[in-house]
């Protein structure tokens, strides 16, 4: 009985699963919390992995261990492997600017979103990694002289838990890597042009890996933080590393999506993609290229508020989120009219980092608790919808959606989002799918074979419900209008 490690390095936590590499059984599990912001030093998540690994009683007995990691975060490093500046991750719109002058100088307006669609899959916002290069340069020139590499926060976490064996030694996955703007999912290359672009100059960029080639070894002493100290891993050098994933990919794997299967999760930002055979090139930006963690590519809408939009509805209300559930599920469908826009944190889909959040449709009817739960469930749910309508736009087959994340655990969620979406929702049980995503992976390396293992998450429950066009409708009016003010 093999087992296996999955790390989930996420913007709020760090996760570790320890599983059986054949059947997926779960043995045992830690985690620890990382620090808010959008600006992170990455020996916090350093740090969070060894107590979450700790927690998880060690690494000594599993067979590979796999990380998995938030998206887009800027990770460097200079000529001796030391950070340079605090990380900046994938929700800090500050390179909002410098987005729109790589549109800009790659033509502007549909001509130059058209080129980086075509060149990386993708258009650049706030998010990617390649936009915060852009603003390195532009804000801190002595910082962007430093750097000698730049990689991702699953990649700097591999790197560390190899022993940090020097740059050259730093690997990469095809799904994180696409979400960086400068490497093609379609062509399977680095577009340093466009990290030149950005930076100024060609910098080291990670190897990227196939998606069970091993990235190294776990070091038994990799150092710990600036003081040093070993890993707690109970003599387990020698163990293989997996590549690795971005977290939507990893998640991905671990509700083993399949043809005409759209995973929603809704996390701290929401999600919405599907697994395709081929690359996707949206010139419009609202759907991100990326790549999988199997070698098939994967079409993805983002927003920035998901399972936050349903903290701050409870917050306003004063109740907790199984309240706000409950008083979400009193009020009928459609909220009388009541529509909330969850622009909470600026929106990345809309590209629109700077705009906030409105209520619509307040009477004396709609001023209720009720009202405005399930307006805040709708609202938020509407925003996702909108991402599954690009995906089919993008010729994404839509059979059922799988919905995981923080925010499927609202019975208001699971049962309104059939309402919306229009097509049966499955849920599986709580989890964390994107370290069972990089634990499976984990098993691909261990046991060989040409495809990942088959695991059957177990307890999985299907909602239905006849859709409600007019939630939709309601949503999309007050969106326009709330933009075009």
């Given at each position: 009985?093999?087992?296996?490690?999955?790390?989930?390095?996420?913007?709020?936590?760090?996760?570790?699963?320890?599983?059986?590499?054949?059947?997926?059984?779960?043995?045992?599990?830690?985690r620890?919390p990382?620090?808010?912001?959008?600006?992170?030093?990455?020996?916090?998540?350093?740090?969070?992995?060894?107590?979450?690994?700790?927690?998880?009683?060690?690494?000594?007995?599993?067979?590979?261990?796999?990380?998995?990691?938030?998206?887009?975060?800027?990770?460097?490093?200079?000529?001796?492997?030391?950070?340079?500046?605090?990380?900046?991750?994938w929700?800090?719109?500050?390179?909002?600017?410098?987005?729109?002058?790589?549109?800009?100088?790659?033509?502007?307006?549909?001509?130059?979103?058209?080129?980086?669609?075509?060149?990386?899959?993708?258009?650049?916002?706030?998010?990617?990694?390649?936009?915060?290069?852009?603003w390195?340069a532009?804000?801190?020139?002595?910082?962007?002289?430093r750097v000698?590499?730049?990689?991702?926060?699953?990649?700097?976490?591999?790197?560390?838990?190899?022993?940090?064996?020097?740059?050259a030694?730093?690997?990469?996955?095809?799904?994180?890597?696409?979400?960086?703007?400068?490497?093609?999912?379609?062509?399977?290359?680095?577009?340093?042009?466009?990290?030149?672009?950005?930076?100024?100059?060609v910098?080291?960029?990670?190897?990227?890996?196939?998606?069970?080639?091993?990235?190294?070894?776990?070091?038994?002493?990799?150092?710990?933080?600036?003081?040093?100290?070993?890993?707690?891993?109970?003599?387990?050098?020698?163990?293989?590393?997996?590549?690795?994933?971005?977290?939507?990919?990893?998640?991905?794997?671990?509700?083993?999506?399949?043809?005409?299967?759209?995973?929603?999760?809704?996390?701290?930002?929401?999600?919405?993609?599907?697994?395709?055979?081929?690359?996707?090139?949206?010139?419009?930006?609202?759907?991100?290229?990326?790549?999988?963690?199997?070698?098939?590519?994967?079409?993805?809408?983002?927003?920035?508020?998901?399972?936050?939009v349903?903290?701050?509805?409870?917050?306003?209300?004063?109740?907790?989120?199984?309240?706000?559930?409950e008083?979400?599920?009193?009020?009928?469908?459609?909220?009388d009219?009541?529509?909330?826009?969850?622009?909470?944190?600026?929106?990345?889909?809309?590209?629109?980092?700077?705009?906030t959040?409105?209520?619509?449709g307040?009477?004396?009817?709609?001023?209720?608790?009720?009202?405005?739960?399930?307006?805040a469930?709708?609202?938020?749910?509407?925003?996702?919808?909108?991402?599954?309508?690009?995906?089919?736009?993008?010729?994404?087959?839509v059979?059922?959606?799988?919905?995981?994340?923080?925010?499927?655990?609202?019975?208001?969620?699971?049962?309104i989002?059939?309402?919306?979406?229009?097509?049966?929702?499955?849920?599986?049980?709580?989890?964390?799918?994107?370290?069972?995503?990089?634990?499976?992976?984990?098993?691909?390396?261990?046991?060989?074979?040409?495809?990942?293992?088959?695991?059957?998450?177990?307890?999985t429950?299907?909602?239905?419900?006849?859709?409600?066009?007019?939630?939709?409708?309601?949503?999309?009016?007050?969106?326009?209008?709330?933009?075009?003010?």
């Amino acid at each position: 009985m093999p087992l296996v490690a999955g790390v989930d390095s996420s913007t709020q936590s760090c996760k570790v699963v320890v599983r059986d590499a054949e059947t997926g059984v779960l043995v045992r599990q830690g985690r620890a919390p990382h620090p808010d912001g959008t600006e992170v030093d990455p020996a916090a998540w350093w740090s969070a992995l060894v107590a979450a690994v700790d927690a998880a009683g060690g690494l000594a007995d599993v067979a590979a261990v796999s990380v998995a990691g938030q998206q887009h975060g800027m990770v460097c490093l200079d000529e001796a492997g030391d950070v340079v500046r605090p990380a900046l991750l994938w929700n800090d719109t500050r390179s909002a600017e410098a987005a729109t002058e790589l549109v800009e100088e790659a033509g502007g307006g549909p001509a130059g979103r058209r080129f980086w669609a075509d060149a990386v899959g993708l258009v650049p916002v706030a998010s990617f990694t390649v936009t915060k290069l852009r603003w390195l340069a532009r804000h801190e020139p002595a910082n962007a002289d430093r750097v000698a590499a730049v990689c991702l926060p699953h990649d700097w976490l591999t790197w560390r838990l190899a022993g940090a064996p020097g740059l050259a030694a730093l690997h990469t996955d095809r799904s994180d890597a696409s979400g960086t703007g400068y490497w093609s999912p379609a062509t399977g290359e680095y577009r340093l042009d466009l990290l030149e672009r950005a930076l100024g100059r060609v910098v080291r960029v990670p190897t990227v890996l196939g998606a069970a080639e091993a990235a190294g070894q776990l070091s038994g002493a990799a150092p710990f933080g600036s003081g040093g100290g070993p890993l707690r891993s109970g003599g387990s050098a020698g163990v293989p590393l997996g590549p690795g994933a971005g977290d939507n990919a990893a998640a991905g794997l671990g509700v083993g999506a399949g043809p005409g299967d759209v995973v929603v999760s809704i996390g701290t930002s929401g999600t919405v993609f599907s697994v395709a055979d081929a690359p996707a090139a949206d010139s419009t930006g609202i759907v991100a290229g990326f790549a999988d963690a199997t070698g098939r590519f994967l079409p993805l809408v983002c927003t920035l508020n998901a399972a936050r939009v349903l903290d701050a509805a409870a917050a306003m209300l004063r109740v907790g989120l199984d309240e706000l559930a409950e008083l979400a599920l009193t009020a009928p469908a459609g909220a009388d009219g009541l529509v909330m826009v969850p622009y909470l944190e600026g929106e990345r889909t809309p590209n629109r980092p700077h705009a906030t959040g409105a209520v619509h449709g307040l009477t004396l009817r709609t001023s209720t608790p009720a009202h405005l739960a399930r307006a805040a469930v709708e609202g938020m749910l509407c925003a996702l919808a909108d991402g599954l309508d690009a995906l089919a736009a993008q010729g994404a087959a839509v059979r059922r959606v799988i919905l995981v994340g923080g925010g499927a655990r609202s019975l208001a969620v699971r049962r309104i989002a059939a309402q919306v979406f229009g097509c049966p929702v499955v849920v599986p049980p709580p989890g964390e799918y994107v370290a069972d995503g990089a634990a499976r992976q984990a098993a691909w390396l261990a046991l060989g074979g040409s495809a990942p293992p088959s695991w059957s998450p177990s307890g999985t429950e299907e909602y239905a419900a006849e859709p409600v066009p007019a939630i939709r409708e309601r949503y999309a009016q007050a969106r326009e209008r709330h933009l075009d003010r």
